[in-house]
C-alpha cells in the first residue's frame, strides 16, 4: 500500500533517474527524516507593512527584535553581522568600465568580477535555509545572490562576464518601445523611464533593480561573472515593475527604499561564499560609482509631542534609551527636545511623527493603557440618511435575487475610443496608472464594469445574471471634474432558475427590467415624471424617466454591436439611476397610509386599434385625465398584431381599467359615462378603432 518513489518526488533533491534503493543493512521502520539526517527548522511569518524597508530581511527583523528585546525584556546581547573581514582581491587583472548616466534614478551602482567559477549545485546547509523561506534553488551562483538578498536586505545581479560586449556597463534609459528579451522568454517594449543596465554597445542587459535578460544571465557554462550591488531610486522602480506586471523579490525591496550603504559590504559577504562554494577567485576591486552620497535624515522630536501621541508619560531617559536601542545616534537633546540622525535602512522615517511611531512600535503598543472614560459626541444629519436610502433600495433588489457588485472606478479608454465613442474624449478623465498602464482613465459610465463581471461569469459557466451596483461616474467638462453618484442594474440569461413550476426556458426582456425600474421608483414614493424613448448606440430598446430636464434613469436592451465586441452571447439589459437625483426628490417625499376599500370596484375592458407609433403611457395618460379620482388602476393585458385583419402599420390593445369609489358602490351609469367619454378622447386624439 505505497509508492517507489525518486529523489525529487520526495523532496530529498533533483534526481530522477530511478527510484531511491537503500542498503540492506537499513533496518525496517527506521524514520525517514533519521536516516537522511534531514534538519529540523522553525519559520516565522511576519506580516510586512509596505512602509517596513527595514524588515525586508533576517538582519534587519533581527535588529528590530533586538531593540524591542532590550527595552523590554533587559537583553544584553547584540545582532551579530556577517563577518567580511577576510574580503581582498586575489587579483586586480579584471578591468570592466562602469558608467553610470543617470545618477538620479541609480545614486549607487557597485560591482566586482570573479572568475575561475565553477557553477554547480548549492551545499545543503544553503538549500535548506532557501527553501524554508520558499525560495528554490537554482545553482549556486544565484543561490547565494537569493541568500544575500534575504540575509542582508541587498539585491544582486549576476552577469555573465563573456556576454557583456566591450567590457563595459552603462547605467541608462533607452528609448521608448525599444525591445528586450528577458530571463522569461517575453520579449517586452521598453519605455523610455525604465532604467536598464546595458552593455558597451548599449544593449540592454537588465531591467535595472527588476529582471534579468536572457542572454546576458548565468548559465551552466559561465565561468566568469560580473557581480552588481546597487540602491535605485524606489519610485522609479516602482513604476516600472507595475508597468510590464514583474513583482519580484529584488523590486519589492527596492520599491521600499533599500539600504544606500548596503552595497558594498553586501558585495564583499556574496563575493566570499562564491569563492567558498564555487572555488572561484575575486578578480577585481570593488567598482563602486556613487558621486552624491545620501546623507542620513535628521530629525529633531520635541518630548511634548512624543508623549502627546503615544498617550503615555515616558522619560526622556527612557524616549533616548530605545532611541539607542535602535541603533539612532543622539546628536542633541535638551529640556525640551531630542534631536537623532535615523539608520539608513528605514526609508519611510522622514519627519517627527514617524520617529515617534517608532519610539512607540518599539515600546509597545500594548503597553499603551486603555483609557477609563470614554468620550463621543452626538452627530446628527437631514432625514433621510443617505444610507438608508441605498440600504432601502438594496434590500429591495437583494430580497428579488439580485447580487451586489462592487467594480474600481477605473476603466479602460479603449471602451469609449473604440466602441462607445457617445462620450466625447475631451471629457474623460485621464489618469497615470503606474499600477497597471490599460486602466488610464476614470470610468464615464458604469456599463463597461458590468459586462465585464458580466464576461467573467459567462466564461464561468454562469450566463443568469441580475447584478446591481452603487457607484460613482467621473467626467470632464472644461476646466473642472464633475462626479455623480448612479445605481446601475443588470439583467441577462433565464428569468428564473430551473424550476418544475416555472418556464425555465423563459429569458429576461426589457419588460423584466422595466418593472424593476418601476418598483424602485414606487419604492421610494416617485410616481409622477415623464417617459420618452431614446436612440443611441449603447441601446437598441430604450427609454427614460425625467423631471423636466432632470434625468432620473435610462434603461434598456443593450445594442447587439456593443455585446458582440465584449464577447458577450446572450442579450443584457441595462438600467442607469442618477442617484443624486433620485436621493434628491425622495426627500420630499412622505410615506402615507390609506386604509383598504371596503366597497367594490368595478372593471371595464376595451379593445383599441391604433397605429403602432402609439404607446401604452400615451393610452393611460388620458386615461388618468378622464378618470380623475375615480380611476384607480389601467393595465395593458395583450398586444395583438394582424396586417390581414386590423390593416398595416395597426396594432391591437387591450387595456383593463378598475374604477372604485372610497365612499359608497359606483353604479354603472357613472362608469359607463366615463368609459363613453375615454372613447371619444382615444378616437380623437390617437384616432383609435374601438373593436366591439
Keep these: 500500500m505505497g509508492m517507489i518513489c525518486a529523489e525529487d518526488e520526495l523532496g530529498l533533491g533533483t534526481g530522477h533517474d530511478g527510484i531511491m534503493v537503500l542498503p540492506d543493512e537499513v533496518e525496517t521502520g527506521t524514520l525517514a527524516k533519521d536516516y537522511f539526517n534531514i534538519e529540523k527548522d522553525y519559520v516565522y511569518e511576519i506580516g510586512l507593512t509596505p512602509n517596513r524597508s527595514d524588515a525586508t530581511n533576517h538582519i534587519g527583523v533581527a535588529k528590530d527584535l533586538a531593540a524591542a528585546l532590550k527595552v523590554n525584556y533587559d537583553f544584553k546581547g547584540a545582532v551579530k553581522m556577517p563577518d567580511v573581514s577576510t574580503f581582498q582581491p586575489d587579483t586586480t587583472d579584471a578591468s570592466i568600465e562602469v558608467d553610470v548616466q543617470d545618477t538620479a534614478a541609480c545614486p549607487r551602482f557597485a560591482g566586482l568580477v570573479i572568475k575561475d567559477i565553477i557553477i554547480k549545485e548549492s551545499p545543503e546547509w544553503l538549500k535548506n535555509r532557501l527553501e524554508a523561506i520558499g525560495v528554490r534553488s537554482i545553482n549556486n551562483i544565484v543561490d547565494i545572490t537569493n541568500f544575500v538578498l534575504h540575509e542582508l536586505g541587498q539585491p544582486l545581479h549576476a552577469y555573465d562576464l563573456d556576454k557583456i560586449d566591450g567590457q563595459k556597463i552603462i547605467v541608462k534609459k533607452l528609448p521608448e518601445g525599444t525591445p528586450f528579451l528577458s530571463l522569461d522568454e517575453v520579449e517586452r517594449k521598453l519605455s523610455a523611464e525604465d532604467l536598464m543596465i546595458c552593455d558597451g554597445n548599449e544593449k540592454p542587459m537588465c531591467i535595472g533593480g527588476v529582471f534579468g535578460g536572457l542572454t546576458s544571465g548565468v548559465t551552466e557554462g559561465t565561468t566568469s561573472i560580473f557581480l552588481e ?10 513604476r516600472t515593475s507595475m508597468r510590464h506586471n514583474l513583482r519580484t523579490d529584488a523590486a519589492k525591496v527596492f520599491e521600499k527604499g533599500s539600504n544606500p550603504t548596503m552595497p558594498a559590504f553586501a558585495l564583499k559577504r556574496a563575493a566570499l561564499l562564491i569563492k567558498e562554494l564555487a572555488d572561484a577567485t575575486i578578480a577585481s576591486d570593488i567598482i563602486d560609482i556613487y558621486p552624491n552620497p545620501i546623507a542620513p535624515v535628521e530629525i529633531t522630536a520635541s518630548f511634548a509631542n512624543i508623549n502627546r501621541l503615544i498617550g503615555v508619560e515616558l522619560t526622556k531617559e527612557k524616549i533616548r534609551f530605545i532611541l539607542e536601542a535602535m541603533q539612532m545616534e543622539i546628536l542633541e537633546e535638551t529640556d525640551s527636545h531630542i534631536k537623532v540622525r535615523v539608520t539608513p535602512d528605514k526609508a519611510d522615517v522622514l519627519r517627527e511623527a514617524d520617529l515617534i511611531e517608532e519610539i512607540l512600535r518599539i515600546y509597545g503598543f500594548d503597553n499603551v493603557a486603555i483609557p477609563g472614560q470614554i468620550h463621543t459626541s452626538m452627530v446628527t444629519g437631514d432625514y433621510p440618511d443617505a444610507n438608508m436610502v441605498r440600504n432601502l433600495i438594496a434590500d429591495y433588489l437583494a ?27 475631451e471629457n474623460l478623465v485621464y489618469i497615470n496608472n503606474t499600477s497597471n498602464m490599460y486602466l488610464d482613465i476614470m470610468r464615464p459610465s458604469m456599463v463597461f464594469s458590468g459586462l465585464e463581471a458580466i464576461v467573467r461569469n459567462q466564461n464561468r459557466q454562469h450566463p443568469d445574471l441580475k447584478l446591481f451596483e452603487f457607484g460613482r461616474i467621473y467626467q470632464k467638462q472644461g476646466e473642472k471634474y464633475k462626479e455623480t453618484e448612479q445605481l446601475s442594474l443588470f439583467l441577462t440569461g433565464k428569468r428564473w432558475e430551473e424550476n418544475w413550476i416555472f418556464d425555465s426556458k423563459k429569458e429576461v426582456n426589457f419588460y423584466t427590467l422595466k418593472a424593476y425600474v418601476d418598483n424602485i421608483l414606487k419604492r421610494l414614493g416617485m410616481t409622477s415624471f415623464q417617459q420618452r424613448t431614446i436612440e443611441n448606440e449603447l441601446f437598441s430598446l430604450a427609454a427614460e424617466y425625467h423631471r423636466g430636464d432632470n434625468i432620473l434613469v435610462s434603461f434598456g436592451k443593450l445594442s447587439k454591436v456593443l455585446l458582440k465586441k465584449m464577447d458577450i452571447r446572450n442579450d443584457v439589459f441595462y438600467a442607469e439611476f442618477n442617484w443624486h437625483a433620485i436621493y434628491k426628490n425622495y426627500k420630499k417625499h412622505t410615506m402615507t397610509v390609506k386604509d383598504l376599500n371596503k366597497f367594490p370596484v368595478v372593471r371595464r375592458d376595451l379593445a383599441l386599434v391604433v397605429d403602432k407609433s402609439v404607446k401604452f403611457s400615451d393610452i393611460a395618460r388620458i386615461a388618468n385625465k378622464v378618470g380623475k379620482k375615480m380611476l384607480k388602476n389601467v393595465n395593458l393585458f395583450d398586444v395583438y398584431e394582424n396586417e390581414k385583419q386590423l390593416g398595416a402599420g395597426k396594432k391591437s390593445y387591450a387595456v383593463s ?14 362608469v359607463d359615462k366615463i368609459m363613453t367619454q375615454l372613447i371619444a378622447q382615444y378616437e380623437a386624439q390617437l384616432g383609435a378603432l374601438i373593436r366591439r
Design 399 to 425: 430580497g428579488n435575487s439580485f447580487y451586489e457588485m462592487m467594480a474600481i472606478s477605473l476603466s479602460e479608454s479603449k471602451y469609449y475610443t473604440e466602441m462607445y465613442q457617445s462620450i466625447p474624449e
Design 229 to 238: 550591488a546597487a540602491h535605485f531610486d524606489a519610485g522609479t522602480i516602482r
Design 657 to 670: 381599467f378598475i374604477f372604485e369609489n372610497k365612499e359608497r358602490t359606483l353604479k354603472d351609469k357613472e
